[in-house]
C-alpha cells in the first residue's frame, strides 16, 4: 500500500501562479514563500468586499474514535469533487502545530489521495505564522513583567496575571514555573507557565479578525490579569497592542497552497479545539467564499463542539451563513459507538453498526437545529460490507438525511462526485442558517442551553466561585460574549467513556475561563491540557535527513 | 535630514531574480521569501565548489564609543562602491533580532545612501531563521528533561545541565527560572533560564557549518550537560541532532537581498558577538565568493575581538583567506578615544584625534599580525575639519596605511569609488593570511596569547577552578578549539573606561564555557549579559500601524 507521504512525494505541484489562476487571482496579488506557497495580499482581499458570496460548506463528523473518521480527508475530496464536476471551489484548512510533531509522527492534511500539499512544510514551519503569534503573545508577557518591574502604574495584583507564555513545543517542564529569580534585576518572583503556541489567546484573535485594525482591537481587549479590586488589566493598558498587531501583519494574510488534484487550498490559522473554537481563520473564508463558487472547510472534533463551535462562535461572529453541513461517519468508527473495541472491528457486525448510529443521529439532527441542510458522508473502508453501509444509509434516511457512499482516499476527487453533485442540489436555496442562541441570553443560560440542545445533558453542575465569576463578567460587560466548551471530544458528555448517544447526564463545569479578545467566555468541563509533553521514545528521536537530504521519520 | 527609515522606504527595490543575475544566480537557485528576499538553494550552493574564489574583504573598526563608527554603513558603502568601479561584489551582513526592536528602536542594516532594504522585515520575522533556530535549540531543552522524567537512562546529573531555553524576545523574568513544578507529570524541578535566540550555540552552529552533514555534525557534538563523574552529555547522545537539522533545514540556505543601489547582499544567522563569535554564516560568505569576485564583510565590535573571532574562529575553521581589512574610523570616535567627553564632540580638537589615533595605531598593527594587508576609511560627518582629518591619515601613515576619506552616508557608493579602488589595488597580491595561533597550542597558552598580542595585557588572571576547567576539557579532546573572549567591546582591556590604548593590564577569566559543537572555548571576562531586559518605556508602547497599514515606531 501506497503511504501518505509516498503519494504527497510523488505529486508533481503546479506553480501558484496557476492554481491562484483558478479563482482568478492574479498573479500581483500572491506573496510567494517558497515554490509551494504563497501568501493572499491584504490589499487584494480588501477589494474583494463588494464580490458575491460562495457557498459554504461545513465538513464536521460524528463523536470520534480511535478508528478514525476522516474528516479532513473528505473535506479535501469534496473540493476535489467539486472541481471535478466543474465548479469552482476551494478548501479552507487548519494550520499545523510544528511542537507536537516531534512527540508522535506529523500527519497529511488528508491522506490517500485527498490530500493538501506540501506536506513537510505544512508540519514544519510553514509561513512562520505560528512563530509570528508565539512573538507576539510572549511581546506581552514580557511587557507585563516589565511593567511590574518599573513601577506597576496599573496596580497589577501579580498573583491574579492569567497571560502565561506560549511555545511551539511539547515541554512538559514549562507547564509550571517560576519566573524572575536571581534578584532585583530580574524582576518579581511569581509562578506562572507555558502553553503550546495553538493555544495563545492571540492566535484565536488571528483567526477571528475581519482585518488588521479588528486584529489589534481585539488584542487590546485581552485580558491578562486583574488589579486587587478585581477590575480587569487589558493588553491595551499595557500598550502592547500595536506592537503585537506589528508582528502578526503577515501572518494575518491567509495561506494558498493545492490539493494533489490542484484545487486551491486556504490553510490558515490553527486554534485550540478545546479551549478555542478550532476553526481556520475568519480571513482565509471570507477571502475564499468571494473568490469560490463552493468553499469547503472543517471544524475540529466532532459535530457537538466543533461544528457548534463553528456556528455559534465563527459564524455568529464573522457574519457568515453556512450553505450545508456534511456529517462525515466510517462503519469502523459507528461500530466503536455502538460498543465494538477497537481489536474487534475486523469483523462484519451491522448490529454494532446500528447501535453506534445513534450517535450519528443525533448530530445530524442537532445540525438542523442550527437550520443547515445535512448530508451524511460514508467515508469508506475496503473492509466495510454492504449490510453495514445499508445500515448507515437506513439510519440516515430515518433523519430525512442521504448518505452518500465516498471513496476519495483511494479514488480522489471522482470518488466524491456524487456528495459534491448531492452538496449543489443541497445549497441551492439560501441559507437558513441561525445560531443556537441570542447574544444578549445571560452567559449560564447560554451553557444550559449548549448543554441540553446539544449534549443531551440534563442539567449543569457549577459551584458558586463559579457562578460569582460569571456574574462579575457580566457586569464589566461581558455578557454578550459566546460561550466555548472544553471537554472530551470522545462523548457527548463529560466523560469521555460514554460513546454512542447519552442523555440525562449532568455537565460538571471545572472553571471558566475569558477570553475577552477573541471575544468568548471559555467553560472547561474536564482536566484539559495546554502544553503537550513528549512521550518516552519521541519521533524526534527518529527524525532525521537521509543521504538524499529529504526527511526521514516525520511521518 | 532625510532619515533612514524614509530613504529605505523612498527605494524601489528590483525584482530578485534581476539581482540574483548580477552573479550569474539563475532563477530556479532562488527560492523566493515575499517579493525582495530569497533564499539560495543549497543543491546550487553544492554545485558552486569548483568554481574560482573572490577576494574576501574584512570591514572592522577602531574600539566602540556612543559617537558611532559606521562599519556596517561603510560594508554597504564599500559593496556599492566596488559595484560602481565595474567589479562583480558582494555584501556580507548578519540578520537582526527581532527580540530587541521592542525594547530599543530597531536598525536599519547600514545607513543614510549606503543600506541594506528591506528595512521592515530584516527587522521583523525577516525568513524565519531566528525562528528555526529557537524551535531547534528548544526541542533538545524539552528533549533533555523528556529523558530525564522517562527514567535518565543517560545518568545526566540535573544539577549540572548547562543547556537552557532561548526566545528571541527581552524577557528578563526569564533569565532565572524554576522549571517543572506542579507534581510527578511535570518532571523533576530543577532552576535553568532562557537567553536570547542569538546567545543559542545553535545559531553559531548554523554559522560555522559548511553543510547540512557539518550542521548536524555539529549540533550532535554539543555538550548540553554533565553526569555525576562531570563526563559530558552530548545532543547527539540525547538523540536531537537529527531533528534539529530538520529543523534547520531551510535556515541553512543563504538569505539574497539587496543593497539600496542594487548590490546584491547576502544576510545570513547572527551570533552574538560576545559569548559567541559575531559573524555572518560561513556558507553565506563561501558562497558569495563563489558568485563574486569582491565579496565585503564585517565582523562585530572593535577589531580585537570581532576581526580577532573572525580570523582565528570563522576564517581559520571555514578555510577562508581574508584578502584585505578596512579599519573604519571617525573623527568623533577617535575624538572620544581621546578622552573627550560626547557633548564636547561638537568643537574641532585635532590633539583630541591624535591621541584618540593610538587605538586606531594599534587596531591596524593588530589586523598586521595576522597578515592581511590594511586600509583605514574615514567615514566623514560633515562637522569633521580638515586638520582633524589630516591626523586620522598622518596616523595612519605613521602605521604605512593610507586612510581613505569616504562619504557613502551622504553619496551611497559614489562615496566610496576611492576606498574600492585602493581595495583593488591591495588586494591584487594572493592573501597570505594566518591565524595568530596555532590549533595544538594549549588552552590558556591562547588565552595569553590573544592577551598579550591582541589586547596588550601584561597577564592573564584565572582561578585554579578554572585552570582545572581547561585541563580537563584537553583531556576529553577538546584542547584544539580555539578561543572565543567575551569581554567588553569598549576597551583593549576588560575595563570598558579605559580607552585609547593601554598596556600592562591584567585579563581576568570569570568563567570559562564549552561550545563543542559550535567548536570554541568561550572566555568570560566581565559581566556578559545573555537575555537583555525592555527599558521603562519599550519601544513596543509606540510601535503600531498607521491608518495606511504602515509600521510606524519600529525605527
Redesign the interface.
Known sequence: MTSDLEIARAATLRPMPEIAAKLDIPEDAL?????DKAKLE?EFIAGLDARETGKLILVTAISPTPAGEGKTTTTVGLGDGLSRIGKRAAICLREAS?GPN?GMKGGAAGGGYAQVVPMESMN??FT?DF??VG?AH??L???I??HI???NALEIDARRITWR?V????????????????GV???FPR?T?FDITVASEVMACLCLSRD?TDL?ERLGRIVVGYRRDRSPVTCAEI?????M???L??ALQPNLVQTLEGTPAFVHGGPFANIAHGCNSVIATQSALKLADYVVTEAGFGADLGAEKFFDIKCRKAGLSPNAAVVVATVRALKMNGGVAKTDLGAENVAAVEAGCANLARHIANMKKFGVPVVVAINRFTADTEDEIAAVRAAAEAQGVEAVLCTHWADGGAGTEALAEKIVALTERPSQFAPLYPDDMPLLEKIETIATRIYHASDVYADQKILNQLRDWEAAGYGNLPICVAKTQYSFSADPTLRGAPSGHTLPIREVRLSAGAGFVVVICGEIMTMP??P?H????????DAE?R?T??F
Open positions: 506573496i510567494p514563500y517558497g515554490r491584504a510544528l516531534f514544519l514551519h512562520g512563530h509570528a512573538a510572549n511581546l508577557s514580557a511587557m513583567d516589565n518591574h518599573w513601577g507564555r511555545l511551539d513545543m511539547n515541554d512538559r517542564a514549562l507547564r509550571d514555573i517560576v519566573v524572575s529569580l536571581g534585576s530580574n524582576g509562578q507557565g488588521l489589534q500598550g502592547a497592542d500595536g506592537a498587531v506589528v508582528l501583519k503577515d509533553g513528549l518516552r519521541p519521533a524526534a528521536e527518529t527524525i532525521g535527513l537530504g526527511i521519520g516525520l
